[in-house]
């Protein structure tokens, strides 16, 4: 089969600029669209999951179900944990169970002596030292430990606020409970929703809060096998109404909670699409209409109609793929790097390979498919009556 050279399917694109610059940019807000998409269902799962260990359990109160806020544990329950279950990892001598407070809040940014600011809705977790050989992910940045009246920020913690990055540095005040803290540092935990919280003193937060409980264990173990001995525990002391559930399993069944949050972001995208992929198809459509003595031309010259869908195709996969390119790029621009609040959380939103990949798939899809019924047509065009047409 003779096929018309490639300069010939460049040439037309340029015949028609304005046609050319919208079905390039319908391509390009399509793989935008599932980049963004692509990334933030990765940002969701990547967010729960990277708190998960396999050597960690949550201990939570029986009654509460699996919501951490409602969660009433005795104070005394990690001692009675450490005296009495084999197989807790140990540092130092020490026990490593993190007893925590987990709760929302509202709060204000400045001290006392500043104008009553606005409330923010923010996530606080109250902490002992422990905590930090708990969750191995966390990292502090800046600053260090909180001590009396200082709290710990998340990287993600200002974007979860809506607020600047240095109204939460290191020596700002803020307020909630009635209390008065000041930011002792910024910690990072990369990809997990723990970057979004504020971390403050167990005991000081439970006097603020009025409460002589905590919310949750976290409990380390020497070997993921020994995660039964806490279960076991938990069924034994049945007069501390406990239930020990393996992180992993915990942060699934989140990232299962949210799975109709990210089927509709897919919708979404899909339905873009297909407005997109009817639009291209009756672009491409007409082309043929307005081309109709040009391809009969072609077709008297000896080319046949193979290859003047090829010359259709070519034509279609160049704007493909240039709207894709524009795509992604739009994508990493303003997706890239952004945090995404959900409830009391917030995760970050990375444009990686598979989203980058997604995007520009989905444009090359949208300008393949979208030529088809153009490039049918181009292959069983009458010579003769093409030939006629004005």
């Known amino acids: 089969m003779r096929l018309l050279p490639f300069s010939y399917a ?21 793989a935008a669209a599932l980049a963004g998409s692509i990334a933030f269902s990765d940002g969701m799962e ?3 999951s990277s708190a998960a260990s396999d050597r960690t359990a949550i201990m939570l109160s029986s009654v509460a179900g699996r ?13 009675l944990l450490a005296a009495d279950v084999a197989g807790i990892s140990r540092q130092g001598g020490m026990p490593l169970i993190s007893s925590e407070i987990h ?6 940014l400045g001290g006392k002596d500043e104008p009553e600011g606005e409330a923010r809705a923010a996530f606080v977790r109250g902490i002992t030292p422990a905590a930090f050989l708990v969750h191995a992910g966390v990292t502090i940045t800046a600053g260090h ?17 809506g607020v600047d990055e240095d109204l939460l540095a290191p020596g700002r005040k803020l307020r909630f409970e009635g209390g008065e803290f000041t930011v002792s540092g ?14 403050a003193p167990l005991t000081e937060l439970r006097g603020l809060s009025r409460r002589d409980d905590s919310s949750a264990l976290f409990v380390s173990m020497d070997d993921p096998d020994a995660l039964a001995e806490l279960d076991l525990f938990a069924k034994r002391r049945r007069d501390l109404e406990l239930v020990s559930i393996p992180s992993e399993v915990y942060y699934r069944e989140m990232v299962a909670y949210f799975a109709p949050i990210r089927a509709l972001s897919f919708i979404m995208t899909l339905l873009i699409a297909g407005a997109v992929l009817a639009t291209g ?7 043929v209409q307005d081309r109709m003595r040009e391809l009969a031309t072609l077709r008297a010259l000896g080319y046949g109609g193979g290859a003047l869908a090829v010359t259709l195709l070519q034509e279609a996969l160049l704007l493909a793929a240039a709207g894709g390119s524009l795509g992604v790029m739009l994508a990493k621009a303003l997706v890239d790097g952004a945090a995404f609040r959900i ?14 990949l997604a995007g520009f798939a989905g444009a090359l899809a949208i300008g393949i498919i979208g030529t088809i019924p153009a490039m049918i047509r181009a292959v069983r065009l009458p010579v003769a009556v093409a030939l006629k047409e004005n």
């Open 10 to 30: 460049i040439g037309n694109l340029g015949r028609r600029p304005g046609r050319t610059l919208l079905t390039a940019t319908a391509c390009a807000l399509v």
């Open 46 to 48: 990547r967010g729960f």
């Open 67 to 79: 919501d951490v806020l409602r969660s009433t544990v005795s104070a005394a329950a990690d001692s």
């Open 103 to 108: 709760m929302g809040t509202n709060l204000r």
């Open 145 to 161: 430990e909180p001590g009396s009246s200082e709290v710990l920020v998340g990287r993600l913690a200002a974007k979860k606020l």
């Open 186 to 199: 910024q910690f990072s935990a990369p990809g997990s929703t723990v970057e979004s919280e504020i971390w």
């Open 281 to 287: 198809a009756n672009t491409f459509n007409t082309a």
């Open 343 to 356: 409830g009391m959380s917030a995760f970050a939103l990375d444009v990686g390979p598979r989203a980058v």
